[in-house]
């Protein structure tokens, strides 16, 4: 399962993936996504997430965050996503 595309906007991340080809023989339930800023550990962001697509918000303008997504299906979760570190952006001075 791979990112395709990121957006982001003053504070907002937007970001799209596509669903991983093989679901171990068991539907896709939901995603969860976590992210992390700088060296620290990752952090679990939101679950429970029921499309292919969300829009983080609540960011801190200017600074790096690294996402990725994992897919969840009822034998549990599965591999990570490719990470993508994007900069949350500002409003232009």
Do not use: C, H
Not at 52 to 62: D, E, H, N, R, V
């Amino acid at each position: 399962m791979a990112n395709n595309a990121v957006v982001t906007a003053a504070g907002i991340v937007g970001m799209t993936w596509q669903a991983p080809i093989d679901d171990g023989g068991s539907p896709i339930i939901d995603y969860q996504i976590s992210y992390k800023t700088g060296s620290a550990a990752f952090q679990v962001l939101t679950t429970g997430v029921m499309q292919t697509s969300y829009t983080a918000t609540q960011l801190i303008p200017g600074a790096y965050y690294t996402f990725k997504v994992t897919a969840r299906n009822l034998v549990g979760y599965g591999p990570d996503s490719s990470e993508v570190k994007i900069i949350a952006a500002r409003i232009p001075d």
